[in-house]
T-cell receptor
Framework: EADIYQTPRYLVIGTGKKITLECSQT?????MYWYQQDPGMELHLIHYSYGVNSTEKGDLSSESTVSRIRTEHFPLTLESARPSHTSQYLCASRAEQAVGYQPQHFGDGTRLSIL | QQQVKQSPQSLIVQKGGISIINCAYE??????FPWYQQFPGKGPALLIAIRPDVSEKKEGRFTISFNKSAKQFSLHIMDSQPGDSATYFC????????????FGSGTRLQVQP
């Protein structure tokens, strides 16, 4: 059973606010990911981290930023929320292994709605 | 450019029937093909996965068929149950670098009792 937690689960907030979405995992995984998912649509990678203090932008351009100060914690921040940021944000992590593929484990997501 | 194309968008199956979802990929560097199941309000959960060195993998009622030359793979759910009603995503990844997943657009499966 994967242990990856996202908070809040739902957030409705006004335009211009600063938002931080939390993601924590207790498995000690080095690799962590943020995906964005619009309702009924596929997931798109927006951020990736391969370890502490190492982050990269994903395939889908996003105005959000991330940080990785601790292995278990990978928060996503929007400095000034806009209605276009309304979406579901999913965090995932995976173990690193020299040989073979380790699956990504997902949290239950944060459904964000910007008014 | 959508690298993983999934069909159908939605599927209605009677209880006990077979559900079939198809995916096609373009990037020949992909070498890992998982299927994820997502229930409303939940994150995707890994269902079954296959590597391109095998043509079929079966786990319980779930089977992946893989055709490397056609760059296609499919999920078969045998004896479909109402509890299988969910959205299913195929995905693909490379076994190097980020190992990030490229997802298909999803199939909403409804199994009627």
């Amino acid at each position: 059973e994967a242990d990856i937690y996202q908070t809040p689960r739902y957030l409705v907030i006004g335009t211009g606010k600063k938002i931080t979405l939390e993601c924590s995992q207790t498995m000690g995984h080095d690799k962590m990911y943020w995906y964005q998912q619009d309702p009924g649509m596929e997931l798109h990678l927006i951020h990736y981290s391969y370890g502490v203090n190492s982050t990269e932008k994903g395939d889908l351009s996003s105005e959000s930023t991330v940080s990785r100060i601790r292995t278990e914690h990978f928060p996503l921040t929007l400095e000034s929320a806009r209605p276009s940021h309304t979406s579901q944000y999913l965090c995932a992590s995976r173990a690193e292994q020299a040989v073979g593929y380790q699956p990504q484990h997902f949290g239950d997501g944060t459904r964000l709605s910007i008014l | 450019q959508q690298q993983v194309k999934q069909s159908p968008q939605s599927l209605i199956v009677q209880k006990g029937g077979i559900s079939i979802i198809n995916c096609a990929y373009e990037n020949t560097a992909f070498d890992y093909f998982p299927w994820y199941q997502q229930f409303p309000g939940k994150g995707p959960a890994l269902l079954i996965a296959i590597r391109p060195d095998v043509s079929e993998k079966k786990e319980g009622r779930f089977t992946i068929s893989f055709n490397k030359s056609a760059k296609q793979f499919s999920l078969h759910i045998m004896d479909s149950q109402p509890g299988d009603s969910a959205t299913y995503f195929c995905a693909a990844s490379m076994d190097t670098g980020r190992r990030a997943l490229t997802f298909g657009s999803g199939t909403r499966l409804q199994v009627q009792p």
